[in-house]
C-alpha cells in the first residue's frame, strides 16, 4: 500500500463533511430562500467577491451545523484582499451559536491584523438559545470595534437582522439595505412578549424605518445591487488606514476642464434654488460619484467622487433642501462621514451654500447645536486635506461647520464674486434689530460687497469664477497630495466628540 492510499479515507471523510456544510439548510431551503428573490450566503459572496477568490476558513465549525450558521472567509475585490462573513438564514436562521461567535472574532480579529477591510452581510435570528454556557467567548463586536478607523467596515443588511447581530451595521462605517430587508434590536414575536406591541417586521425595522433613523446608510432594491454597492464604496477607500486612497491615471473624465455650464447652474440670485447635485456633475470626474445616506439628513450632501482620478469626500450644502440650513440630522450625518473619510486619508471638498444652522423651536428640540458641535469638532480635527468654496453664502455657524475659516488648516479656500459670509444674513439683521429702511438698504448693500472685503482681507484664498472652478479645486487638490511624504498611519483623535 503506497502512501497516498492510506490517506483515502481520511480525505474521502474530510470531503463528505465539507459538502454537509456547502449544502447549508438543504435543497429545500435554499429553494424557498431563492423564491423570495434573494441570494444564499455563499452566492452573496461569489457574486460580491472577483471570480475564484474566496478561501474559506472555518468550514467544520458547528459539526452538524452546517458552518455554524456563518460562512466566513477571505477573498478578492478588484483584486485587492477583503475579509467577508455571511449569515446563513437557511441553517437555523443564521443564527449565532458559540462557533459563530469565534468565527465572527476571527474574521474582526484577521482583518485589524491583515489591514484589509471587513464585510458582514447579515441575515440572522441574533444569538441562538443553545442551552451551552457562552462564557467568555470571544465577542465579535469587541474585535469589530478596535478595526474601527483601522480598516473599512461594511455591512449589508439583506434580510431580517435581529438581536446581537444587528449591532454589526450600526458599528461599521457604511451599510447598506435591501428592500427585504430589516434590523431592529428584537424582532416582532420578542417584542410582543416584552411590551404587547403587535408589529410587522416592516414596521419595527423595515427600510422606512432604518433610513429616516439613520441606522442604514442606503437603500437599493436586491441582493446584486447591495453587493455592488459595496463594492463600488470599497472602491474609493485604501484597504487600510496604513495606506492612502488609491488614484487612476487620468482619462478623458478625469482631465482637467473649465466648468462654464455652472453659470447657468449656480444663480447670482441669492432667492432662485439650484440642485448642488448637478454642481457635482459638474465639478467632479463623471459619472462615478456615489452619495451616503441620500435620504437622511439631506440639507447636506455628502458623497464619494473622484477629482482628477483622486478619490475624494465631498460635504456640500443642498440649496433646495430647507434653503441649505443645515439640520440636526444633515449636521450628524456630515460629522460621522467626515469622521471616516479622515480616518481614511480622503481629501474633503466643502461646497457651501447655506444661511446657517436651521432655527426654530423644533429644530432646537432636535439638539442642532449640539448636532452642530459634533460637526464642527469633525471637521476641525480633520487631518487629512481640505479644500473650501462658498459658492453663494455662508453665514454664522452654518460657515464654521462646512470648513470656511482660512485658519482651519485647509489647503486652500476660494469664493465666487458676491458670495456672502458674515454672522446672518441683511434681512435676518434688519429684522432682529428692527432697522429702519434705509439701514436695511445700506445692510444689503454691505453684504453684496462682502465677498470682496473678505478678499481684501484674505478671508479666503482667492476668489474665483464658476467657470474655474473644477481646475482650481484639481490644482488645490495635487497641491495638497504632493505635501504626503511621509507614510500614512491612522489618525490619532484628541477631540471629544459633542
Not at 452573496?44 to 468550514?59: C, K, M
Not at 474665483?464 to 473644477?470: A, G, L
Not at 487638490?477 to 504626503?484: A, C, E, I, V
Request: glycine fraction near 8%; charged fraction near 20%; hydrophobic fraction near 40%.
Amino acid at each position: 500500500m503506497n502512501n497516498a492510499q492510506t490517506w483515502d479515507e481520511s480525505l474521502d471523510d474530510l470531503e463528505r463533511r465539507r459538502q454537509h456544510t456547502y449544502a447549508m439548510g438543504g435543497e429545500e431551503r435554499i429553494a424557498r430562500h431563492h423564491a423570495k428573490g434573494k441570494l444564499d450566503a455563499r452566492a452573496r459572496i461569489d457574486h460580491l467577491l472577483d471570480n475564484a477568490s474566496f478561501q474559506e476558513f472555518g468550514t467544520l465549525v458547528g459539526g452538524d451545523v452546517p458552518a455554524d450558521g456563518l460562512v466566513a472567509g477571505s477573498g478578492l475585490i478588484d483584486g485587492r484582499p477583503v475579509l467577508v462573513g455571511a449569515e446563513d438564514f437557511t441553517t437555523l436562521a443564521g443564527s449565532i451559536a458559540p462557533g459563530s461567535n469565534s468565527k465572527r472574532y476571527r474574521l474582526a480579529e484577521l482583518a485589524e491584523r491583515m489591514k484589509v477591510p471587513l464585510i458582514m452581510l447579515l441575515e440572522g435570528a441574533g444569538f441562538r438559545p443553545t442551552g451551552s454556557h457562552y462564557g467568555r467567548t470571544p465577542t465579535d463586536l469587541l474585535a469589530q470595534a478596535r478595526c474601527s478607523g483601522r480598516v473599512p467596515t461594511v455591512a449589508a443588511v439583506l434580510g431580517p437582522s435581529a438581536g446581537h447581530g444587528a449591532l454589526v451595521a450600526p458599528v461599521c462605517d457604511f451599510s447598506v439595505m435591501t428592500r427585504q430587508g430589516a434590523i431592529f434590536t428584537a424582532g416582532p414575536p420578542v417584542v410582543k412578549e416584552s411590551t404587547g406591541e403587535d408589529v410587522s417586521k416592516e414596521d419595527l425595522g423595515g427600510p422606512d424605518v432604518a433610513l429616516s433613523s439613520g441606522v442604514v446608510h442606503n437603500l437599493v432594491e436586491d441582493d446584486k445591487s447591495a453587493l455592488e454597492s459595496v463594492r463600488r464604496y470599497l472602491s474609493f477607500f485604501p484597504s487600510s488606514a496604513w495606506s492612502y486612497p488609491p488614484s487612476f491615471l487620468p482619462d478623458d473624465d478625469a482631465a482637467p476642464r473649465a466648468t462654464p455650464e455652472l453659470l447657468d447652474i449656480v444663480s447670482r440670485d441669492n432667492r432662485r434654488v439650484y440642485d448642488m447635485h448637478s454642481v457635482l456633475d459638474s465639478v467632479f470626474d463623471t459619472p462615478d460619484w456615489m452619495e451616503i445616506q441620500p435620504s437622511f439628513g439631506p440639507a447636506v450632501i455628502c458623497a464619494l467622487a473622484h477629482l482628477g482620478g483622486h478619490p475624494v469626500a465631498v460635504v456640500a450644502n443642498q440649496p433646495t433642501v430647507l434653503a441649505g440650513s443645515i439640520d440636526a440630522d444633515a449636521a450628524d450625518k456630515a460629522a460621522h462621514f467626515i469622521t471616516v473619510a479622515d480616518s481614511f486619508h480622503l481629501p474633503i471638498v466643502f461646497l457651501t451654500d447655506n444661511p446657517g444652522m436651521l432655527p426654530g423651536s423644533a429644530s432646537e428640540r432636535a439638539g442642532v447645536l449640539r448636532s452642530g458641535a459634533r460637526m464642527f469638532a469633525a471637521q476641525t480635527s480633520a487631518t487629512t486635506i481640505k479644500l473650501h468654496l462658498t459658492l453663494r453664502k455662508a453665514y454664522g455657524f452654518g460657515s464654521m461647520v462646512m470648513s470656511l475659516l482660512g485658519y482651519d488648516d485647509q489647503v486652500a479656500t476660494f469664493a465666487y464674486p458676491g458670495a456672502t459670509m458674515g454672522a446672518m444674513s441683511a434681512a435676518a439683521l434688519s429684522m432682529a434689530t428692527g432697522a429702519e429702511q434705509d439701514v436695511s438698504a445700506l445692510l444689503q448693500e454691505m453684504e453684496l460687497k462682502a465677498s470682496y472685503f473678505s478678499a481684501e482681507h484674505m478671508g479666503f484664498d482667492e476668489m474665483i469664477s464658476p467657470v474655474e472652478t473644477r481646475n482650481r479645486l484639481l490644482t488645490a487638490l495635487q497641491r495638497g497630495l504632493h505635501s504626503r511624504q511621509d507614510p500614512a498611519r491612522p489618525v490619532t483623535r484628541t477631540v471629544i466628540t459633542p
